[in-house]
C-alpha cells in the first residue's frame, strides 16, 4: 500500500503536524507526491512572507518522498475520469482530477484533508490523515 500525498498534506507535515509526520514515519519508503501537488507546494514556500525555513523544509520533505510526474498515462486517465464525470453532472476542481488521475495510473492511495474534492472519481481510494 502506497499513497499518493495532496497539497495539503504536505503543508500541514511542514507546518509540523504530529499526525501527519508519524504517517511519514510509518510509511516511509511508500509516500508519493505528484508534480502538481509540488508545483503548488513551491508556490506556497516562494511567498514574500513565507518564513525563511519553509523552503528548507520543503527541500528535506521532498528526500522523504518520491516525485511522480505527469506523464501521457495520467494525462488520458484525466481525460477519461474527466469526461464520465462531465457525463454524469459530477464535478472535480481540475487540478485535484489531476492529482486522482495520477494515484489512479500508479495504483495509490489518495491522502487528503480535501476529501470531498475527491469523493465522486471513480475507483479513486481517499483516507484522510488530518480526520480526528
Known amino acids: 500500500m502506497s499513497f499518493l500525498l495532496d497539497t495539503d498534506i504536505c503543508s500541514a507535515y511542514l507546518k509540523g503536524n504530529n499526525a501527519v509526520a508519524t504517517r511519514f514515519i510509518q510509511y516511509g519508503g511508500r509516500l508519493h507526491v505528484s508534480a ?3 508545483g503548488e507546494i513551491f508556490a506556497w514556500a516562494l511567498r514574500a512572507k513565507a518564513p525563511p525555513n519553509r523552503m528548507k523544509n520543503l527541500l528535506e520533505m521532498l528526500r522523504l518522498v518520491d516525485l ?3 506523464n501521457s498515462d495520467v494525462a488520458r486517465r484525466f ?3 474527466k469526461t464520465h464525470m462531465l457525463d454524469h453532472g459530477l464535478s472535480a476542481p481540475d ?4 492529482n486522482a488521475a495520477t494515484a489512479l495510473v500508479h ?13 465522486n472519481i471513480p475507483g479513486l481510494t481517499v483516507v484522510d490523515w488530518l480526520a480526528p
Open 36 to 38: 502538481v501537488s509540488l
Open 68 to 70: 511522480v510526474d505527469v
Open 79 to 81: 481525460g477519461e475520469t
Open 95 to 98: 487540478l485535484d482530477l489531476l
Open 107 to 119: 495504483d495509490l492511495i489518495m491522502v487528503t484533508h480535501n476529501t470531498a474534492d475527491y469523493t
